[in-house]
């Protein structure tokens, strides 16, 4: 640092709140900020702050709101960064992946299933049945019609009670493969209920864009941009709000406060962040 006396810049702000006559509650609350964190901004203890992005963002509202020089306070900031290296490099943890398929019990139930079914359907049928129809008519004939019958007219009988056993088969064989194609759409259906969840339509943009919806549970500093850099979003969103963002994806969020989150989601499926920690910033880029 210099040694020409310069007042730093939290210090600053807090003799100017001191002059207004406010507590450091309601300056957070103004600043829809916690109270640690402006604590933090006046003692120009910046190392229990975000990176100096952020806490630049902080002084120059700050400043604004107390009626000081925005620019002149957040100049002083950064000339403090230049000089003395106070911002340093988050290293976050890697994003966990996502399971695949076949690491699911639930997929593994259905292939279970569907093995069972098909199991069942093409098991091999005995020959019992059919041995039975074509030796009915045999059993049926009395001994008398046999020594009297003509050897030619047996010949015709035999053929035509072969043809009717034929014409039952085939009958059956046709009710047979109703019952398999049945079961088969069955299981699809089954199948493509378990892998195809509803997903809300509040959760998906038009026009073949793409949606971030996050949840706030707590005040947040955020910057969103989208696949071309334009900034979607950005400053310090109040606890409560649920922000709805269309853009082109992949997006890139930096966020001052992890644990305000609550809730994040990418056209309908949910996003775990590398940390819940308070006070923790997040860089990620989705997907």
Known sequence: MSDKMVVLPGERCRKAREAMGWTTAEAAKRMHLSQSYLL???????????????????????????????????????????????????????????????????MWVVALVMIGVLAVVFWPQGSSDSDSAEMAPLEEMSDESIESSDPLDTELQDDAGTAEVGSAMAGMTADDAGQQTGSAEDVAEDKAAVQEPEIDPDMLADNGL???????????????????????????????????????????????????????FLNGEAVTLPTDSPGKVVSLTLP
Do not use: H
């Open 210 to 264: 793409d949606r971030l919806v996050l949840d706030l549970s707590a005040d947040c500093w955020m910057e969103i941009r989208d696949a071309n850099g334009r900034v979607l979003r950005q400053g310090v969103k109040p606890a409560g709000a649920t922000l709805k963002v269309d853009g082109k994806a992949p997006f890139s969020l930096k966020l001052g406060n992890a644990a305000a989150v609550s809730e994040l």
């Open 40 to 106: 933090a901004l006046e003692a120009d203890d910046y190392e229990r702050l975000p990176e100096a992005t952020f806490v630049k963002g902080y002084l120059k509202n700050y400043a604004r709101l107390l009626g000081l020089p925005a620019d002149e306070v957040a100049n002083t900031f950064q000339q403090m960064v230049n000089e003395d290296a106070f911002d340093k490099p988050l290293e976050l943890p890697t994003l966990p992946r996502k399971p695949g398929l076949l690491t699911r019990p639930l």
